[in-house]
């Protein structure tokens, strides 16, 4: 497994109660998963997530295709929800 951070903004943030944290994943679906896991799959942070771009190591990679996204180690994931009602 894979030690990455993840960085939450905005209504991320809020729903995930921190504003990073990390963890271990291999892929962004995975990192996802766990972040859920945590909370006990709190349908906040679900929908949030549901909606929210994604950027690896600053590099936009959206949300489909989230199981072939293979993050580096000691990657950064930025959560970043629809901002302003977008």
Known sequence: MTNVTVRYWAAAKQ????????LDADTLAGAIA???A?????PRLSAVLDRSSF????SAVGRGGAEE?????AAV?????PFAGG
Do not use: M, N, Q
């Open 15 to 22: 729903a995930a109660g921190v504003a990073e944290e990390t």
């Open 34 to 36: 766990v972040a859920l």
């Open 38 to 42: 945590r909370r006990g799959h709190d």
């Open 69 to 73: 996204v293979v993050l580096p180690e």
């Open 77 to 81: 994931i930025e959560v970043l929800p």
């Open 55 to 58: 950027l690896v190591d600053g």
